[in-house]
Structure formats: C-alpha cells, structure tokens
C-alpha cells in the first residue's frame, strides 16, 4: 500500500518558534509538494521539489523555507510562526512521468497561539 | 503563473440529477488533475487528462479537457448521495508542478 505519511496530526505551537513538518513517501517518487488548506481557499503551493536539494517556490512560499536531503523526505520549516500560518498543511508526492496524480498525505493541522 | 477558477463554489444536488463542474486555467498546462477530497479526510486522485480532447470516464463521473478553450469539465450523471464531496481541479506544467482551484463542495440529497 503506497503511503506519503506526515509526521503529525495536529501541532500546537507558539508564536515565534521554529516549527519542523516531516513528510516522508515510499514510492520512489521525484516530485514532492507542500500545500496549505484554509476554507474557501484550496489548496494553495507553498514549495514543491522535483529531485533531491532541488525546491522551487510556489505561490506563497513567505515565512517558509523547505529541505530535501533524502528523495522521500521533505520538510517544510516555518522559521518563525506567527498565528496566520494556523492552517492545515498537506504533503503530497508524485512520478515525473506519466498519467498518475499525486498521493496525498493525511494532513497535519497546526495552531500557532 | 498558473491560476485555476473552479466553479461553482457550492452544489446542491437532488439525487438523480445531472450537473457539470467547470475548471478554468489561465495559461498553457500540460495536464489537468480532477481530486476529491471527504470531509476530514486528504484528497484521493480521480482523473489526470494530459491532452486536448482526453476524456475519462469511473462510474458516474466523466472529466474532458478542452486546451484551446483552457477549460476541463467533471460531469456528474445521476447524482448519488455517495458523491457527496469537495472536488479539486488542478493544473500543471513541466512535469512537477501542480496547482489548485478553490474547490467545490457538492452536496447530494435524496
């Protein structure tokens, strides 16, 4: 069973804190993406990595950085929360090639207070 | 860059009935994704079209592209309750990118 599976569910975190979000996939895949989810909104890009070291920002990537060191890892890093990155955050990865959408993961729901 | 218009927003449906999501996109993509997402749940792939006129078909739902017009439909025939969910259209362009609509959140009474 093909998984992208993110390190938490839910976060509570302070404003001001570096906060780490792990997302790891078992599918050898090349492309992997960070997206947050806020009603009304969609899904909107934060960063996404076509290969390893490699990221490229998306449409709202301020206040985010992301690393990529291994192929099925990749984290996004908010250098220092503030209450409006409360959101949900979704990862998801997906093959360079052909007709195959992406696999998401669960979802990681952060609060920043 | 990339801007994809979904509409509409919301859909009530009566059990039985037809209706079309409509999924604009503003620049050249090379493939179009159509996602569905339960409530408290991540999204599940449905359809990925990479070519003019690319129409998919699983069950009840159908997804066509149109790239000269930018335009991709997810048509709904006999609506069933089971149905019930927000669904994403996305667009992408070099193989790695992949950008969202806003969503529409479809509601199926009996």
């Known amino acids: 069973d093909v998984k992208v599976t993110q390190s938490s569910r839910y976060l509570v975190k302070r404003t001001g804190e570096k906060v780490f979000l792990e997302c790891v996939q078992d599918?050898?895949?090349?492309?992997m993406f960070w997206y947050r989810q806020d009603p009304g909104l969609g899904l909107r890009l934060i960063y996404f990595?076509?290969?390893?070291?490699m990221k490229e920002k998306g449409d709202i990537p301020e206040g985010y950085s992301v690393s990529r060191e291994k192929k099925e890892r990749f984290s996004l890093i908010l250098e220092s929360a503030s209450t409006n990155q409360t959101s949900m955050y979704l990862c998801?990865?997906?093959?360079?090639w052909g007709g195959g959408g992406a696999f998401f993961g669960q979802g990681t729901r952060l609060t920043v207070v | 860059e990339l801007k994809v218009e979904q509409n509409p927003l919301f859909l009530s449906m009566q059990e039985g009935k037809n209706y079309t999501i409509y999924c604009n996109y503003s620049?050249?993509?090379?493939?179009l994704y159509w996602y569905r997402q339960d409530p408290g749940k991540s999204l599940e792939s449905l359809f990925v079209?990479?070519?003019?006129?690319a129409v998919k078909q699983e069950g009840r739902l159908m997804a066509s592209l149109d790239t000269k017009a930018r335009l991709s439909t997810l048509h709904i025939t006999a609506a069933v309750h089971d149905l019930s969910a927000t669904y994403f259209c996305?667009?992408?362009?070099?193989?790695?990118?992949?950008?969202f609509g806003a969503g529409t959140r479809l509601t199926v009474k009996p």
């Open positions: 998801a990865s997906s093959p360079i």
């Open positions: 599918m050898d895949h090349e492309n």
């Open positions: 990595s076509y290969d390893v070291k």
């Open positions: 620049t050249t993509s090379d493939r």
């Open positions: 079209l990479l070519s003019n006129g």
């Open positions: 996305a667009g992408g362009y070099n193989n790695n990118d992949m950008r």
